[in-house]
Every structure is written in C-alpha cells, then in structure tokens.
C-alpha cells in the first residue's frame, strides 16, 4: 500500500533536524501563508479539516481554539503537550526527533491563529534526548528570525503519566504537584496562570503546517469519515516490526499487524490487542479487521485512545496483563480523588489474588463492582483508564479468569508477563544485597 | 545555582513555574535532593522548603534519596514486558549483584524499573543516566555492565 505521509513527510529524504533541510522541503512556508491570514481565517481552516486531537481523547482541534475566551484583557497560552506517556505510545517521540521543525512550525502558526504570544511545549522528562533535538531546533528557528515576537518555552516534566492530563499538566506547569483541576472553569476559559489556553497533543500540532498547506477541505478527505488525516500509530508488543507507522485513518488493524508489522512473531497466535494504548478496552483476535478510526474503534466497544497498538499472543495471561495495566495505574494515580486512589489499590489486590488461584468466583463481580464504582467518580480519567481495560479484559476473557479459580493458579506457564516486577511492587520489597 | 535558577525563572510569567527545573539543577549539583537543596531552591524562588519537597515527592525523577552514579532503569511495562523485560531486569540484577530498587554499595549503580518510558515498539527499553538504549535483549546485559564498569 503506498501511504504518502503527512507529519512525517520528508524525513525519510533528509535530516530535518536542521532547519536548512527542512526550508529546503518546503519547511516553514506554511508558516509564511500563515501569517499573511488572518488569524480566524486559520482558526476557519483547522475547523474545515475537521482534524481531531491525537492525544486521545479526540477532541477537535479547531472547535477547542474556537472556544477560548476573548477579551479577558489576559494573555492567550499555547500549550503543547509532550508529555507522552500512555503505555505502548512513543509517536511524538519520534515526531519530535525527526520532525522538530514541523513542531515548531505548528506552534508558530496555531500562535498566530489564536493570537498568542507565549508558547509552552511540556515535555516528559524522560525524553532528553528529544528535548536536546527541540532544544536545538528552537535554537534554529530563533537565529533565522522566525519567531515574531512569540516566546517558545520547552518545559521539561519530571516523571508523573498524570501530567497528560492537561489540567494536570497546567498544575504541573505552575510549579504544583500535577494533579488535575475540576473543570469547569476549562482551560480554554481558565487555562494556564487563569488564562485562556489551548493546550495540543504534539502530532495534533505538528499536523497543522500541512493542514495550512493543503487546506482545510483538502485535509479533510484524506482518512475516513469522521477521522480526518493520518496518525502516527504506535506499533508494539509481540509482533515482528514494532516501530510507528503513518497512516491513513481507517486501515484495517489486520494491515498494520501483518502487512506492516510482519504479523507475530515465531509463529504464533493472536490472542488480543489493545488498539488505543493501555487505558482502553482490549480487542479480541476475531476483532482484527476493526478499522483504525474514531467510529470504528466505538463500534467495536473500544477507543483508538493514542493510536498505540499492543499486539498480544496467545501465550500471554489476561488476568497478568490486567494486573500489570492495574499495576500502572496504582502507582500513577494522584491521590487526589478517593475512587481512583483506592480503587486501583482494590483491582491490584483482586487480580493478585486471582492470579494466586486463592480467588473465589464472587471476586471476579468483586473487581467487576470495584471498576464500576470508578468509573466515571473522578476528576479525571485516570481511574477510568484503569478500570476501562481490566473490566473489558473479565468481560472477553473471562475463561481465562475462570481457570485460575477453577484450576487454583495460573494456567499459563509460558505468559511473558509471569511476576514481572512493576514499580509499585519494587517499592514494598525489602532492601536486600546478594552476597 | 541561585543565580540559575532566577534565570529560568524569568521565562515565566510567574517564578513558581521554575520549581520543577530549579529542583533539577539543585539534584544535577547533589546527586540527590536533600535538605539544603530545598532550601536552595526554595530561596531562590521565594517559596519554603516545605513547599519545594511537596512538589519533588510527588515526581519519579526526583530522588530524595542518594542514587548510585549510573541510574539503570529498565521499563517493564506491558510493550516491553511482552517482549522479555523482566528477564532483562533478572540480567541486570545479576551482572549488578543487586536487585530492583537498590543501590550497589559501592554507590555507582542503581537499579530500578520504571513505568514505560515511550521506547514500546522498540522493547526492551533502558535508561542509563536518561540516554536510552534500545532495544535491550537479556543477552545483551553483561556487555552493557562491563562497559559502564570500565567507564568508572
């Protein structure tokens, strides 16, 4: 299948690390177009594109800068988010290795489209790496002139998956411990300082420059209906060519995991994926021809979340993977709402006990209730990142649950994810030297 | 580092922004956050140390406790759990004679798993002082220890 990428157009040719490559590409021209609209005319387009946010929730992009406040007699911030840190997802990383310019070039326009001066790009602090390229592309992009006035600010994290969360990342941004705010007020009315903000995904920035370039009604027929444009998608677990792959919304998952990824590897089975990162409902095998758009995704009871998919086969234990994901959780909730804190504590010692074969059938409702009683109870959707999976993974798997009661342990000796030693558990165990 | 830190400060439009990389300098200085360091930063922010130590508890990054030299972290996350980190994790312990969490007594290694560190279709992923290595096989472990040995 021939894909002509979007965000990562280019990259394959040259090293557009360098600003002068990416010129030569025809880097930051859409910049230049930019600035000779109008700032609604931009606004307009990204409307027209109909491009939603690559974050994962979805949300459209131009509808969100269109909500934001006017004549507070504040500052309007632009905030990117790179804090990526769903599990399975590391497409901004690469965006941002690869393509920093086109980054930059989105923050550039989308400045000028809501008319702010100050640019925030949030980083996870665990991409160095990445922050030096940005580091240095900024550096670029300052010495040609191209700024105009707006201030980019790289903003580094310091390890809390939280802080994705955009009122948490504001918090974290402010200088506080990232735990989100209640909304309303949103942060398109109260974002960052109380300010009107528009905070993006990194892909969902870096798409912009191409929207600006072809046009918004351009844009919008590439993908499928309601899924507008590409995605970087996240390709991991057991399959033969892990990596990101850009690709039009709406290719069968089929494709990207056997005609892309090789299929699995040493000639197993499929037994699951998660299609959208950690926090969303697992597919089944026979759910392998779900297309990987917005629509598709609900209608197959899932999300496509981040765009990251998990390949897993069929040596892999559902009550261990449920553990792990739960595992995640625990250690990622803030603490700040009582559902979430507790209730990931509650799912990790379920499924342990599952997994122990010391459950009894009553436990499998237990944790059912315990996810239920999440759900939809907190501030944010961490909880329901917890809960969302391990509730799905009883649902369409729940032989695999039954066994370990039935059987009084796991039935699955070969399960790659056998007591693997999540951070949470490294905490607890008692400081021990080997001889 | 005062004098550091009122300069990234004044990137913000409010000084308390500078609390994460202020907090950053001050470990990159010590090694680990502690007393004097909150105080510090919190000096130079103009906020109490109390305050700065509430923030840093709250971030994976921050260690408020001494680390060894070379901070070995191995994601075992789902992706990279999927394909073999925990043997990875087994390997390091091993080649380090210490396990996940410690620190080698000799204060130059310490070894920890992370949640994931976005490296998923390229697992096993390890950070060695934040430089990514990946993939990471269980094979490939007593290579890497000698050469971070022999590095001193």
Same mark, same amino acid.
């Given at each position: 299948?021939?894909?002509?990428?979007?965000?990562?157009?280019?990259?394959?040719?040259?090293?557009?690390?360098?600003?002068?490559?990416?010129?030569?590409?025809?880097?930051?021209?859409?910049?230049?177009?930019?600035?000779?609209?109008?700032?609604?005319?931009?606004?307009?387009?990204?409307?027209?594109?109909?491009?939603?946010?690559?974050?994962?929730?979805?949300?459209?992009?131009?509808?969100?800068?269109?909500?934001?406040?006017? +004549?507070?007699?504040?500052?309007? $911030?632009?905030?990117?988010?790179?804090?990526?840190?769903?599990?399975?997802?590391?497409?901004?990383?690469?965006?941002?290795?690869?393509?920093?310019?086109?980054?930059?070039?989105?923050?550039?326009?989308?400045?000028?489209?809501?008319?702010?001066?100050?640019?925030?790009?949030?980083?996870?602090?665990?991409?160095?790496?990445?922050?030096?390229?940005?580091?240095?592309?900024?550096?670029?992009?300052?010495?040609?002139?191209?700024?105009?006035?707006?201030?980019?600010?790289?903003?580094? #994290? %310091?390890?809390?998956?939280?802080?994705?969360?955009?009122?948490?990342?504001?918090?974290?941004?402010?200088? *506080?411990?990232?735990?989100?705010?209640?909304?309303?007020?949103?942060?398109?009315?109260? #974002?960052?300082?109380?300010?009107?903000?528009?905070?993006?995904?990194?892909?969902?920035?870096?798409?912009?420059?191409?929207?600006?370039?072809?046009?918004?009604?351009?844009?919008? *027929?590439?993908?499928?209906?309601?899924?507008?444009?590409?995605?970087?998608?996240?390709?991991?677990?057991?399959?033969?060519?892990?990596?990101?792959?850009?690709?039009?919304?709406?290719?069968?998952?089929?494709?990207?995991?056997?005609?892309?990824?090789?299929?699995?590897?040493? +000639?197993?089975?499929?037994?699951?994926?998660?299609?959208?990162?950690?926090?969303?409902?697992?597919?089944?095998?026979?759910?392998?021809?779900?297309?990987?758009?917005?629509?598709?995704?609900?209608?197959?009871?899932?999300?496509? #979340?981040?765009? %990251?998919?998990?390949?897993?086969?069929?040596?892999?234990?559902?009550?261990?993977?449920?553990?792990?994901?739960?595992?995640?959780?625990?250690?990622?909730?803030? +603490?700040?709402?009582?559902?979430?804190?507790?209730?990931?504590?509650?799912?990790?010692?379920?499924?342990?006990?599952?997994?122990?074969?010391? %459950?009894?059938?009553?436990?499998?409702?237990?944790?059912?209730?315990?996810?239920?009683?999440?759900?939809?109870?907190?501030?944010?959707?961490? +909880?329901?990142?917890?809960?969302?999976?391990?509730?799905? $993974?009883?649902?369409?798997?729940?032989?695999?649950?039954?066994?370990?009661?039935?059987?009084?342990?796991?039935?699955?000796?070969?399960?790659?994810?056998?007591?693997?030693?999540?951070?949470?558990?490294?905490?607890?165990?008692?400081?021990?030297?080997?001889? | 580092?005062?004098?550091?830190?009122?300069?990234?400060?004044?990137?913000?439009?409010?000084?308390?922004?500078?609390?994460?990389?202020?907090?950053?300098?001050?470990?990159?200085?010590?090694?680990?956050?502690?007393?004097?360091?909150?105080?510090?930063?919190?000096?130079?922010?103009?906020?109490?140390?109390?305050?700065? =130590?509430?923030?840093?508890?709250?971030?994976?990054?921050?260690?408020?406790?001494?680390?060894?030299?070379?901070?070995?972290?191995?994601? =075992?996350?789902?992706?990279?759990?999927?394909?073999?980190?925990?043997?990875?994790?087994?390997?390091?312990?091993?080649?380090?004679?210490?396990?996940?969490?410690?620190?080698?007594?000799?204060?130059?290694?310490?070894?920890?798993?992370?949640?994931?560190?976005?490296?998923?279709?390229?697992?096993?992923?390890?950070?060695?002082?934040?430089?990514?290595?990946?993939?990471?096989?269980?094979?490939?472990?007593?290579?890497?220890?000698?050469?971070?040995?022999?590095?001193?």
């Amino acid at each position: 299948v021939p894909v002509e990428p979007l965000v990562l157009k280019g990259a394959e040719d040259g090293d557009l690390t360098q600003i002068d490559d990416y010129r030569a590409a025809g880097g930051f021209e859409s910049l230049a177009k930019a600035r000779a609209m109008e700032p609604a005319k931009i606004v307009d387009e990204l409307l027209a594109s109909n491009i939603r946010g690559r974050g994962g929730a979805g949300f459209p992009m131009g509808k969100k800068a269109s909500f934001l406040a006017k +004549g507070t007699g504040k500052p309007t $911030y632009l905030v990117v988010n790179a804090d990526e840190s769903e599990p399975g997802t590391f497409k901004d990383r690469e965006i941002m290795f690869r393509v920093p310019h086109r980054l930059i070039e989105g923050c550039l326009i989308t400045a000028h489209g809501i008319e702010s001066k100050n640019v925030f790009i949030y980083i996870r602090g665990e991409y160095l790496h990445e922050f030096e390229i940005l580091r240095a592309a900024l550096d670029q992009v300052r010495e040609a002139d191209l700024l105009d006035g707006v201030t980019i600010v790289l903003h580094r #994290g %310091a390890g809390a998956y939280i802080c994705g969360e955009e009122t948490a990342l504001l918090e974290s941004l402010e200088g *506080k411990r990232g735990q989100p705010r209640s909304k309303p007020p949103f942060p398109a009315v109260q #974002g960052l300082y109380a300010s009107p903000s528009l905070i993006n995904n990194v892909e969902t920035v870096a798409t912009v420059p191409l929207i600006i370039e072809m046009g918004g009604a351009k844009y919008t *027929k590439e993908g499928v209906e309601n899924s507008a444009g590409t995605r970087v998608f996240s390709l991991s677990g057991n399959v033969v060519n892990g990596g990101n792959y850009e690709l039009p919304l709406g290719t069968p998952l089929r494709e990207l995991i056997y005609d892309i990824g090789g299929g699995i590897p040493d +000639g197993r089975a499929l037994k699951a994926v998660i299609p959208g990162g950690s926090s969303v409902p697992v597919l089944t095998a026979d759910q392998v021809d779900t297309a990987l758009d917005f629509d598709s995704m609900a209608a197959a009871k899932t999300m496509l #979340g981040s765009g %990251a998919v998990i390949v897993i086969d069929d040596r892999c234990c559902m009550v261990q993977l449920g553990l792990r994901v739960a595992q995640f959780y625990m250690h990622e909730s803030c +603490g700040k709402c009582t559902p979430c804190r507790e209730g990931t504590r509650w799912m990790v010692q379920i499924l342990e006990k599952i997994e122990d074969g010391r %459950a009894e059938y009553e436990e499998l409702d237990l944790l059912l209730d315990v996810c239920d009683r999440i759900l939809g109870k907190c501030l944010c959707p961490l +909880g329901d990142a917890a809960a969302m999976p391990v509730a799905s $993974y009883v649902d369409r798997f729940r032989d695999d649950f039954r066994r370990h009661i039935d059987e009084g342990g796991c039935p699955f000796p070969d399960s790659p994810l056998d007591h693997v030693l999540a951070p949470v558990d490294q905490h607890a165990h008692d400081v021990h030297v080997l001889a | 580092v005062i004098e550091r830190i009122r300069e990234i400060a004044a990137q913000y439009p409010d000084s308390r922004s500078a609390v994460l990389p202020a907090l950053r300098l001050a470990q990159e200085e010590r090694g680990h956050l502690d007393r004097e360091a909150f105080e510090e930063v919190a000096f130079a922010l103009d906020l109490t140390p109390a305050y700065c =130590t509430g923030v840093a508890s709250f971030y994976d990054m921050f260690h408020l406790d001494p680390v060894g030299a070379q901070l070995v972290e191995v994601c =075992t996350n789902v992706s990279c759990a999927l394909v073999g980190a925990q043997q990875v994790l087994e390997a390091f312990e091993s080649e380090l004679g210490i396990r996940a969490g410690e620190t080698s007594e000799d204060g130059r290694f310490t070894l920890r798993t992370v949640e994931c560190a976005g490296g998923c279709g390229w697992g096993t992923v390890v950070a060695i002082n934040h430089r990514y290595r990946e993939p990471v096989r269980a094979d490939d472990v007593p290579a890497i220890v000698e050469e971070l040995r022999s590095a001193g």
